[in-house]
């Protein structure tokens, strides 16, 4: 049997490209793996607490008068707002107040954020400082 010597001539211009080439598809690839692997992660992961479970308060002055708003939370979302040191000249002066805590109430259930809170305009103003109140207190529970 006779052999034949076979020769193989590259160029140094071929191998660099090559390699470049090899180089780029292999980081493409992983590129790639990462962004899909890394979305399957945050799906799975536990939800973080937005508030620490409690029942928080902030004071609001009406005239000469301040009165307390109660938030009850859970880990995940406001479960109740309430008023507190409501006297009748308060409710007498203010009529809207305790309407406007009903409502409140009625919407959490619907919403997940305060900030989704929308009112008419017929109590705009009453609904303004009672979301103020409820912001305030929630600054409490947060971790």
């Known amino acids: 049997m006779e052999s034949k010597t076979k020769i193989v001539v590259l160029r140094a211009k071929e191998l660099i490209y090559t390699g470049i080439f090899l180089v780029l598809g292999i980081i493409l690839i992983l ?22 479970p409690g029942v928080y308060t902030s004071s609001i002055t009406l005239g000469s008068s301040s009165l307390n708003v109660e938030v009850t939370v859970d880990k995940q979302h406001v479960t109740k707002v309430s008023l507190s040191n409501l006297d009748e000249s308060i409710e007498t002066m203010y009529p809207l107040l ?23 305009s017929d109590n705009q103003y009453t609904h303004t400082i009672l979301t103020q109140a ?6 409490k529970a947060t971790p």
């Open 31 to 52: 590129v790639l793996i990462f962004m899909f692997m890394q979305g399957k992660t945050e799906e799975t992961m536990a939800p973080v607490s937005n508030y620490i």
């Open 134 to 139: 409820i912001k305030n207190a929630l600054e």
């Open 98 to 120: 305790e309407p406007a805590i009903s409502e409140i109430n009625d919407k959490l259930q619907t919403i997940s954020s305060i900030e989704e809170l929308d009112f008419t």
